[in-house]
């Protein structure tokens, strides 16, 4: 078992930055990839980052991309997203999720998942 707490999130204004942290715990070894995903209301829960457990390959959707970075601190086990010029859009319950398969930006793929953290940004 894989747990999974994220932390960080809060409100911003627009063309402001976040930095969200994911603290993993249990058996974080089996993990292929770690993600991050995020929900805004009335919206299916959507891809935003992802990291490589091994080698630290980055994935992002085209809706964050050069905006947002995903990292990774495996002696602290925590993944990070740090998120500049945020936007309207970007608000949303944004969540840290792990998968030991190989499928990055599929939310069926990921086994394990936090609670979230919401991101809210106004104008």
């Known amino acids: 078992q894989v747990q999974l707490v994220e932390s960080g999130g809060g409100l911003v204004q627009a063309g402001g930055s976040l930095r969200l942290s994911c603290l993993a715990s249990g058996r974080t070894g089996s993990m292929y990839y770690m993600g991050w995903f995020r929900q805004a209301p009335g919206k299916e829960r959507e891809f935003v980052a992802a990291i490589r457990a091994s080698g630290g390959a980055t994935y992002y959707a085209d809706s964050v991309q050069g905006r947002s970075t995903i990292s990774r601190d495996n002696a602290k086990n925590t993944v990070y997203l740090q998120m500049n010029s945020l936007k309207l859009g970007d608000t949303a319950v944004y969540y840290c999720?792990?998968?030991?398969?190989?499928?990055?930006?599929?939310?069926?793929?990921?086994?394990?998942w936090g609670q979230g953290t919401q991101v809210t940004v106004s104008s």
């Open positions: 999720a792990g998968t030991p398969f190989i499928g990055y930006s599929q939310t069926g793929l990921y086994s394990y």
